[in-house]
């Protein structure tokens, strides 16, 4: 009785690292320590006490660890009516944000019409004005409308996306006419081809574009300042700016305020990274 000769498993030897590789990887782990150390002091001051957090100076590892933080942040906070009222603000912004642009972000690739070049000058010129120029005459517009102190105060002001408008815009020229043509050839009117065709085509900029808005308005802190004084009506930014009292700031329980926060917008990076990208490599911004 033979038994079969087993061959050994050749394996490749693996390459060396080229100096080029390894100087790129030490770059890499120093730029994402750089980002990731103020996440990691933020939560290691979370587990401290009050008076060992405001400690001068600072030291990373808590001493004694502790949850109380996060105890008084939902005992004394109104973390979950805070979370709501971001949730809201933030998902109509980017509903209306999405439509908004995603029509005239095609108007202007698509269509001619008198004054084409003078509403797209104008839609550029909000690329270069600073949002905090246009707090007191958008404010005063509010107040007239009665809308203080409102959902809508904080949502419609928000609703103004030239950027958003420009990355459509260089998207949708990007689009073959051929694709339209064949679809005119066919009978079919432009606002089919619109939700049929170009809709379709775009759900990797449509994606990047509501996931920017999103966190932009999720992170918003002066407009919903500005508007509503009702404290019912506190996004997560504003609720955290409240954690104080007669002694001065909670230092342990603002960095725990501050990383639910930003727990969301961790989870839809983590879970949309892959149309983040691909919406950028799409949108022709990468070349310009």
């Given at each position: 009785?033979?038994?079969?000769?087993?061959?050994?498993?050749?394996?490749?030897?693996?390459?060396?690292?080229?100096?080029?590789?390894?100087?790129?990887?030490?770059?890499?782990?120093?730029?994402?320590?750089?980002?990731?150390?103020?996440?990691?002091?933020?939560?290691?001051?979370?587990?401290?006490?009050?008076?060992?957090?405001?400690?001068?100076?600072?030291?990373?590892?808590?001493?004694?660890?502790t949850g109380q933080a996060w105890?008084?942040?939902?005992?004394?906070?109104?973390?979950?009516?805070?979370?709501?009222?971001?949730?809201?603000?933030?998902?109509?912004?980017?509903?209306?944000?999405?439509?908004?642009?995603?029509?005239?972000?095609?108007?202007?690739?698509?269509?001619?019409?008198?004054?084409?070049?003078?509403?797209?000058?104008?839609?550029?010129?909000?690329?270069?004005?600073?949002?905090?120029?246009?707090?007191?005459?958008?404010?005063?517009?509010?107040?007239?409308?009665?809308?203080?102190?409102?959902?809508?105060?904080?949502?419609?002001?928000?609703c103004a996306p030239a950027a958003?408008?420009?990355?459509?815009?260089?998207?949708?020229?990007?689009?073959?006419?051929?694709?339209?043509?064949?679809?005119?050839?066919?009978?079919?009117?432009?606002?089919?081809?619109?939700?049929?065709?170009?809709?379709?085509?775009?759900?990797?900029?449509?994606?990047?574009?509501?996931?920017?808005?999103?966190?932009?308005?999720?992170?918003?802190?002066?407009?919903?300042?500005?508007?509503?004084?009702?404290?019912?009506?506190?996004?997560?930014?504003?609720?955290?700016?409240?954690?104080?009292?007669?002694?001065?700031?909670?230092?342990?329980?603002?960095?725990?305020?501050?990383?639910?926060?930003?727990?969301?917008?961790?989870?839809?990076?983590?879970?949309?990274?892959?149309?983040?990208?691909?919406?950028?490599?799409?949108?022709?911004?990468?070349?310009?």
């Amino acid at each position: 009785m033979t038994t079969a000769a087993t061959t050994p498993i050749r394996t490749k030897p693996r390459k060396r690292w080229t100096p080029s590789q390894i100087v790129l990887t030490l770059l890499g782990t120093v730029v994402s320590a750089v980002f990731v150390a103020p996440i990691a002091a933020a939560l290691l001051t979370s587990f401290k006490s009050e008076a060992e957090a405001a400690e001068i100076p600072p030291h990373w590892l808590p001493e004694a660890w502790t949850g109380q933080a996060w105890k008084a942040l939902f005992e004394t906070g109104n973390i979950t009516n805070w979370f709501v009222n971001s949730f809201v603000v933030s998902v109509c912004v980017t509903a209306v944000v999405l439509v908004v642009s995603a029509l005239a972000g095609y108007g202007f690739a698509r269509t001619e019409f008198k004054g084409k070049s003078v509403l797209m000058g104008v839609v550029m010129a909000g690329l270069m004005i600073s949002p905090a120029v246009l707090g007191v005459p958008l404010f005063t517009t509010v107040q007239q409308m009665g809308m203080v102190d409102t959902y809508w105060g904080m949502i419609l002001p928000q609703c103004a996306p030239a950027a958003m408008v420009y990355i459509l815009y260089k998207f949708f020229q990007g689009i073959p006419r051929e694709l339209e043509e064949a679809a005119f050839i066919d009978g079919a009117g432009r606002w089919r081809i619109f939700f049929t065709i170009i809709l379709p085509l775009s759900r990797p900029s449509l994606a990047a574009v509501g996931i920017f808005t999103f966190i932009s308005s999720w992170n918003n802190f002066l407009w919903p300042y500005m508007v509503t004084n009702n404290p019912d009506l506190m996004t997560m930014p504003n609720g955290i700016a409240t954690v104080m009292n007669s002694y001065g700031i909670q230092w342990a329980q603002l960095m725990a305020g501050g990383l639910m926060a930003g727990l969301p917008l961790i989870i839809v990076f983590v879970f949309f990274q892959r149309q983040i990208v691909a919406g950028v490599a799409h949108t022709g911004l990468a070349g310009q």
